[in-house]
């Protein structure tokens, strides 16, 4: 069974940094797409950044120029680099990656637990 395991959120000030981690386990043939998405409280998730599995990235307007995604093909991780953080950046943050499974050789997605990130100002 293919799992996603988050880690790396935290408290921290506004305009410090953050590393967040999401490893896939779990017996898969490869990985495709991975991305970050995150949750604030009231409001919906949103998309905040992808990277295909030839490492073009995509970047929500909110957070481009401050956010880095990066994978590691041969761990199986996805991260996001996160500098300059501001309140509104404070949510639960969410990977998805899209899984080649072993057990039917089909593609789903896969979402992680979550990671809380709160910035205070």
């Known amino acids: 069974q293919v799992q996603l395991v988050e880690s790396g959120g935290g408290l921290v000030q506004a305009g410090g940094s953050l590393r967040l981690s999401c490893v896939v386990s779990?017996?898969?043939?490869?990985?495709?797409?991975m991305g970050w998405y995150r949750q604030a409280p009231g409001k919906q998730r949103e998309w905040v950044a992808t990277?295909?599995?030839?490492?073009?990235?995509l970047y929500a307007d909110s957070v481009e120029g401050r956010f880095t995604i990066s994978r590691d093909n041969v761990k199986g991780a996805v991260y996001l680099q996160m500098y300059s953080l501001r309140s509104e950046d404070t949510a639960v943050y969410y990977c998805?990656?899209?899984?080649?499974?072993?057990?039917?050789?089909?593609?789903?997605?896969?979402w992680g637990q979550g990671t809380q990130v709160t910035v205070s100002s």
């Open positions: 779990g017996r898969f043939f490869s990985l495709d797409d």
């Open positions: 990277i295909t599995n030839r490492g073009g990235t």
């Open positions: 998805k990656v899209m899984v080649r499974v072993v057990s039917t050789g089909r593609w789903n997605d896969y």
